[in-house]
């Protein structure tokens, strides 16, 4: 599986140790930021968000010092399901329920932690349930003409 992951300066350090623990497992694919000199979110946001449409990455990974700028700026892009999570039930739910194509965590949390949520991210399948896909593309077609 191919995975997207970005940051901002906030979230830098956390990233680099999360390529570290996933590079055995995934293909991991670096969309910024390179240092932990000031960086826009949105950016990276951005860049993760149309990999994620355009098919190039099946998964995104956000973090920065919240991972609430991440997922506002992500979920503009039309197609991404972006979760801001704070915990391992969040995360499952992000999947389980909602089918979450990008995760965005916060640097603050223990690593432990972090890789826990990111470990059921990417490995927890979409429910498939008929009321979690029914809400799903009353999300993915609002706005359409």
């Known amino acids: 599986m191919r995975i997207g992951i ?5 979230g830098y350090i956390v990233k680099e140790k999360l390529k570290e623990y996933l590079k055995d497992k995934y293909e991991i694919i670096d969309f910024g930021t390179n240092s932990i000199e000031l960086a826009d979110h949105p950016k990276y946001a951005f ?43 969040e995360a499952l739910s992000s999947r389980l329920h909602n089918n979450g194509n990008v995760i965005a965590l916060s640097a603050k949390k223990e690593f432990d932690e972090i890789k826990q949520m990111i470990d059921i991210f990417l490995t927890t399948d979409f429910s498939g ?17």
């Open 47 to 89: 860049l993760v968000g149309e990999a994620v449409v355009n098919n190039e990455i099946e998964k995104g990974i956000l973090i920065c010092t919240t991972g609430i700028g991440m997922s506002i700026a992500c979920n503009k892009v039309h197609g991404v399901r972006c979760a801001k999570v704070d915990n391992v039930d």
């Open 6 to 10: 970005g940051a901002d300066h906030g």
């Open 129 to 145: 349930v008929d009321r979690y896909i029914k809400r799903n593309q009353m999300i993915d077609t609002y706005g359409d003409k």
